[in-house]
C-alpha cells in the first residue's frame, strides 16, 4: 500500500493544490459578488452554472481523453481553469462571470475523470477502497486549507483572482513532470435514469436531494454568513467548519448505516440535521459564533453524507453489472440537484432574508424524510447482513467509479515491456532462440522473468513444456510466478505445467496450484487434483482451501445477482464444483475421504445433503462382491460378508454423526441422502439420530416414509 501511495504521489500532490485553487475560489467569488451588491439571485444564478459545466465535463471527457491523450487533457483543461478565474478578474460582470463559472466546471469534472482513471490503474483489488480514502482526504484537506487563502489579501483586489490562477496552473506542473504515462480510458454506457428510478426510487431521489442542498449550502454558506457579519479570518473559520463535517461525520454515519437498517438512518439524520440547521439561525441572532459553527458543521456534515448513502442505497437494488452504469446516472441527478440548488436557494433567500437558508435546507430534508418514510412502508427493507457496505464519497469531485471497492474489479492490462515484445518477436521466426532469450532475462533480471516466460508461451510454435523446463532449472526461485504467468498464457497445459513443478518442487505445488485456482477458476479441480497427488496428506488441507474460496464465491452473490436469470445456472454450477471437488480428492485419498467432507461442509453447511449423497454413493459402491471380499481380504477382524456390511453400515453412521457435527440443522438432509443410497443401514441411522432425541426419530421416520417405495427398508 505504501509503494502504492508513493508511485502516486505526484498525482496526490497536483490534486492537492488543485483543491486548494478551486477551495479559495468557492469562498472568494460569492464574496466578491457580495461586495459588487450583486443580488442574492445574481449570485444564486452564477453559482449555480458550475454544475452545468461539471455534468457537461462528467459526460464529454473520456472522450477528450482518447482524442488528446490523458496528460495532456489534464494539462489543457487546468490550464484554462486558470484562464477563467483570470478572466474574472478582468470584469465584474454577471454573464462573464456565469460563463467562467461553466467552464470552470467543465474542466474540474474532466481533471476529476483523468486522476480516476490514473489511480485506477495503479491500484489493485485489494488496495484500491483505501487509495480512495487517501484521496478522499486530500481533496477535503485541500478543500478546508483553501478557505484560509481569501486571507491573504482583500477580495475586492485582483490578488486572489490571480493566486488562483496561479494555483490551478501550478497543478500541472507534478503530473505533466512525472515519469508515468496516462492509462486508457474505456467507454462507460450509462443505465437510463427512469430504469434506474425504477429499480431504485429512494437512491436516485436521495441523489437529487443530495446535489441540491450540498450544492446550496456549500456555495450560499458565505451569503448567509455575511448576512450577520462574519468576515474575513472568521468567515474561514465558518467554512471550514462546515467541510470538517463534511468529512468528520462520514465515519459514525458510515459506521451506523452498515449495523442498522439504512432507510431508518437516513431518516434519523435527516430529521436530526433539520432540526440542528434551524438553531443555526437561532445561534446566529445571538452572536454565538462557536457554537454556529458547530451546528454548521453537523447538518452540512449530514447533507454530504446523503450523497454516499444514495449510492449505497442504489447499489442494495442493483446487480453487481449494472453499478458502473448506474454511477453514470446517479451522478446525473446529483449534477441536476447541483443546477437547481445554489438558485433556487438564492431566490427563497432574496425573498426572505439571507437568515432563511438553513430553514430552506431543513425544509427540503424534512421532505425528503416524509418520501423515506413512503418507500419504508412500499418496499420491505433488505436484511442488514445484505446491504451493501457504505463507503465515504466526497460530493465535491466526481465519483471515483473503479476505485469503489463495491464495484465488480477488472485487472488492467498492462503494456508488454519491450523485453517481452522483443522476445515474443523472436518466438514468431526463432522459438529456440526465444526461449534461451527468456532464460538469460530471468537470470540477469528476475522481476521481468515471468513477464517474458508469459509472452513467449503466448506464441504459436513454442514447446511451452519445454519451456518451463528451461525456467524451471534456471530460476527456481522464481518459478511461482513464473509458473502462473504461463499457466495464464496456455490454461490448457495448466495440469501437466503444474504436475512437472510437483516432481522438482513438491513443496511449492500447493501455494501455486491454490493461486492459479484462484485466479483461474476453472483450473481448480484440476489443480486441486495435482496438489493432493503431489502432497497426499495435504488433501484435507487442499479440500478446506477451495471449500472456504467457494464458499466465499457463493456469500458473496449479492441479493439482486439472485434475482437474475443466470443465478440458477451459475449455483448450479457451483453445486457441481463441490460435489466433484469431494468426489475427485475422496477417489485420490480414499482413507481422508470422511474428514474431507467434513471441511467441505464446515464451509458451506447447506451443501451437507449433495456431500453426504455423493459420499454414499461411493459407499454404495463398495458394496459388490468384489469390494466386500476385498474387506475380508485385508482386515483381519472381518471374516464374514455380514460383518464387512456391518462395518460399511457403521462407517455410514459415523459419517453421518460427524456431518451432523459440522450442520446440526442439516441432520435430517444427511441422513436422509445417506439412506436413500443405502437403505439397508436406516435401522442403524435412526437410532444413532434418535439417541436422547424422540423427536428426531419420528422427524426421521417421517422423511423415510415419505421417499418412494423401495428406497428403505423400513
Not at 486530500?138 to 491573504?152: D, E, P, S, T, Y
Not at 515474443?424 to 515471468?450: F, H, M
Request: charged share 20%; with cysteine; aromatic share 8%.
Amino acid at each position: 500500500m505504501r509503494l502504492t501511495l508513493l508511485s502516486l504521489a505526484s498525482l496526490f500532490v497536483s490534486c492537492f493544490i488543485m483543491m486548494l485553487g478551486n477551495g479559495l475560489i468557492n469562498i472568494l467569488l460569492p464574496v466578491r459578488m457580495g461586495f459588487e451588491q450583486l443580488g442574492t439571485d445574481t449570485i444564486g444564478m452564477v453559482l449555480s452554472l458550475y454544475f452545468v459545466g461539471m455534468l457537461a465535463g462528467g459526460l464529454y471527457a473520456r472522450h477528450l481523453i482518447r482524442r488528446a491523450g490523458h496528460i495532456r487533457m489534464f494539462a489543457g483543461c487546468l490550464a484554462l481553469a486558470a484562464v477563467s478565474i483570470l478572466v474574472c478578474s478582468l470584469y465584474t460582470d454577471a454573464v462573464l462571470w456565469g460563463a467562467m463559472r461553466i467552464l470552470i466546471g467543465f474542466c474540474n469534472a474532466c481533471a476529476f475523470t483523468a486522476m480516476e482513471s490514473w489511480l485506477s490503474e495503479s491500484s489493485t483489488k485489494d488496495n484500491r477502497g483505501k487509495v480512495l480514502a487517501f484521496y478522499q482526504v486530500v481533496v477535503l484537506v485541500a478543500m478546508f486549507a483553501g478557505q484560509f487563502l481569501i486571507n491573504l489579501a482583500s477580495p475586492q483586489g485582483t490578488v486572489l483572482f490571480v493566486l488562483s490562477g496561479i494555483l490551478l496552473s501550478a497543478s500541472i506542473i507534478p503530473i505533466v513532470m512525472s515519469r508515468n504515462s496516462g492509462p486508457q480510458v474505456e467507454e462507460v454506457e450509462a443505465m437510463s435514469l427512469l430504469a434506474l428510478l425504477k429499480v431504485s426510487p429512494l437512491g436516485v431521489v436521495c441523489c437529487f436531494i443530495s446535489g441540491l442542498t450540498y450544492s446550496a449550502a456549500f456555495n450560499m454558506l458565505p451569503v448567509f454568513a455575511g448576512g450577520y457579519g462574519i468576515i474575513d479570518f472568521e468567515l474561514s473559520l465558518y467554512m471550514g467548519a462546515a467541510i470538517m463535517g463534511a468529512f468528520i461525520l462520514q465515519f459514525p454515519v458510515g459506521y451506523l448505516s452498515d449495523r442498522f437498517d439504512r432507510r431508518s438512518v437516513l431518516l434519523v439524520i435527516l430529521i436530526a440535521s433539520a432540526l440542528v440547521g434551524f438553531s443555526v439561525t437561532f445561534l446566529a441572532g445571538l452572536d454565538l459564533f462557536w457554537p454556529m459553527s458547530i451546528a454548521t458543521g453537523i447538518t452540512c456534515g449530514i447533507i454530504a453524507c446523503i450523497y454516499p448513502l444514495s449510492i449505497s442505497e442504489s447499489f442494495d437494488k442493483l446487480r453487481q453489472s449494472e453499478m458502473v452504469a448506474a454511477m453514470g446516472c446517479l451522478m446525473l441527478a446529483f449534477a441536476m440537484g447541483g443546477i437547481i440548488g445554489p438558485y433556487s436557494t438564492s431566490i427563497v433567500m432574496d425573498l426572505f432574508g439571507n437568515s432563511s437558508l438553513f430553514l430552506f435546507l431543513g425544509v427540503v430534508q424534512l421532505l425528503l424524510g416524509v418520501f423515506v418514510v413512503y418507500r419504508m412502508f412500499a418496499r420491505v427493507a433488505l436484511p442488514v447482513e445484505k446491504q451493501e457496505h457504505f463507503v465515504m464519497q466526497g460530493a465535491a469531485s466526481a465519483a471515483m467509479i473503479d476505485l469503489d471497492p463495491r464495484i465488480e474489479y477488472h485487472e488492467v492490462e498492462k503494456p508488454l515491456s519491450p523485453e517481452a515484445l522483443i522476445a515474443a518477436e523472436i518466438a514468431d521466426s526463432d522459438p529456440a532462440a526465444a526461449v534461451k532469450l527468456a532464460r538469460a532475462v530471468a537470470i540477469s533480471t528476475p522481476e521481468k522473468g515471468a513477464e517474458i516466460a508469459g509472452a513467449v508461451a503466448t506464441v504459436e510454435g513454442i514447446d511451452v513444456l519445454r519451456l518451463y523446463e528451461v525456467m524451471l532449472e534456471a530460476v527456481p526461485d522464481q518459478i511461482q510466478s513464473i509458473t502462473s504467468a504461463i499457466v495464464s498464457a496456455k490454461p490448457d497445459l495448466g495440469y501437466e505445467l503444474v504436475s512437472k513443478l510437483a516432481q522438482s518442487e513438491p513443496e511449492q505445488v500447493i501455494e501455486v496450484a491454490a493461486e492459479i485456482g484462484r485466479t483461474i477458476p476453472e483450473l481448480r479441480l484440476e489443480m486441486a487434483r495435482v496438489a493432493v497427488e503431489a502432497a497426499p496428506l495435504s488433501a484435507v488441507e487442499v479440500a478446506d482451501y477451495y471449500a472456504k474460496v467457494l464458499a466465499e464465491e457463493r456469500e458473496s452473490i449479492r441479493p439482486a445477482d439472485r434475482e437474475d436469470e443466470g443465478y440458477e445456472q451459475s449455483s448450479e454450477e457451483l453445486i457441481s464444483q463441490i460435489s466433484n471437488l469431494v468426489s475427485q480428492i475422496s477417489n485420490l485419498v480414499p482413507e481422508q475421504a470422511m474428514d474431507v467432507a467434513v471441511k467441505v461442509v464446515e464451509a458451506i453447511p447447506d451443501m451437507a445433503a449433495t456431500v453426504a449423497s455423493e459420499y454414499a454413493e461411493n459407499l454404495s459402491e463398495c458394496r459388490s462382491e468384489e469390494m466386500i471380499q476385498e474387506l475380508i481380504d485385508t482386515v483381519d477382524s472381518i471374516n464374514t460378508p455380514e460383518e464387512a456390511t456391518q462395518e460399511l453400515n457403521q462407517e455410514a453412521v459415523d459419517f453421518v454423526e460427524r456431518l451432523s457435527e459440522a450442520a446440526p440443522d442439516q441432520s435430517l438432509d444427511i441422513a436422509g441422502a445417506v439412506v436413500e443410497a443405502l437403505p439397508e443401514c436406516a435401522d442403524e441411522m435412526i437410532n444413532a439420530l434418535s439417541e436422547g432425541e424422540e423427536p428426531l426419530e419420528n422427524e426421521m421416520v417421517v422423511s423415510l416414509d415419505d421417499r418412494p417405495e423401495g428406497k428403505t427398508a423400513l
